[in-house]
């Protein structure tokens, strides 16, 4: 099965927006998490919200879980123009030792 | 801050040969896996690895991969044979325990002609 499937968007917005971004999955989880990909680079870890967590901050960042919708949103506030990248969720599940993609949003914040 | 090192970043290689793909992961980690992502497609699990010993790989990871760590600091993914379809960006990661954020690199670029 799929997990961590993002709304497929691509955003663009005006530097000093807020930027918000979706993801929903389909089994349960231990774990969610958030990683940014510049173009052709690798993956940077962003935030990890357990499945007992509803809502955490990190920086200019909110996550919030949702498990009973099994749902999670990225919050960039105060977006500047080096927060324009790919954003993936993935989601880590109980007994296994991997992590599922989702198809990743562009978000592009123009200056 | 610690890095995920991998070699090369970028590699050609003619169907049919080997490749070796190398990764530093950080250095009190103790979980270490390889990722790949093809060209405009999702980021991919293929193998997890623990305590000298794979626990758990996808369906990708057939008998034509495999992975070593060969010495205390050094993690390999090895293609025996590859194949056009191999071409895709791959992204080792290291972690300190299950469930915790991972560490990926910058990845290597494989490119199967």
């Known amino acids: 099965s799929q997990q961590g499937e993002e709304d497929p968007q691509a955003l663009s917005i005006q530097e000093g927006e807020n930027a918000t971004m979706n993801c929903s999955y389909k089994?349960?989880?231990?774990?969610l998490q958030w990683y940014r990909q510049n173009s052709g680079r690798g993956l940077v870890h962003l935030i990890l919200i357990r499945s007992n967590e509803r809502e955490k901050h990190s920086g200019r960042l909110r996550v919030t879980l949702d498990t009973s919708k099994k749902s999670s949103s990225l919050l960039i506030t105060a977006s500047r123009a080096a927060d324009t990248a790919s954003y993936f969720c993935a989601t880590d599940s109980y007994g296994n030792n991997r992590l599922a993609f989702g198809k990743g949003n562009q978000v592009v914040v123009i200056p | 801050e610690p890095e995920v090192t991998q070699t090369p970043s970028h590699q050609v290689t003619q169907m049919g040969q080997e490749v070796i793909l190398r990764c530093v992961p950080i250095s009190n980690h103790l979980y270490f896996y390889w990722y790949r992502q093809i060209l405009g497609q999702k980021v991919e699990f293929l193998v997890s690895?623990?305590?000298?010993?794979?626990?758990?790989k996808s369906e990708i990871f057939d008998d034509q991969f495999s992975v070593e760590r060969p010495d205390g600091s050094n993690f390999t993914l090895k293609i025996r044979s590859t194949k056009l379809e191999d071409s895709a960006m791959y992204f080792c990661?290291?972690?300190?325990?299950f469930g915790d954020g991972y560490t990926f690199g910058s990845g290597t670029r494989l490119t199967v002609v």
């Open positions: 690895f623990y305590n000298n010993e794979i626990s758990e």
């Open positions: 089994t349960s989880i231990n774990n």
């Open positions: 990661a290291s972690s300190v325990n």
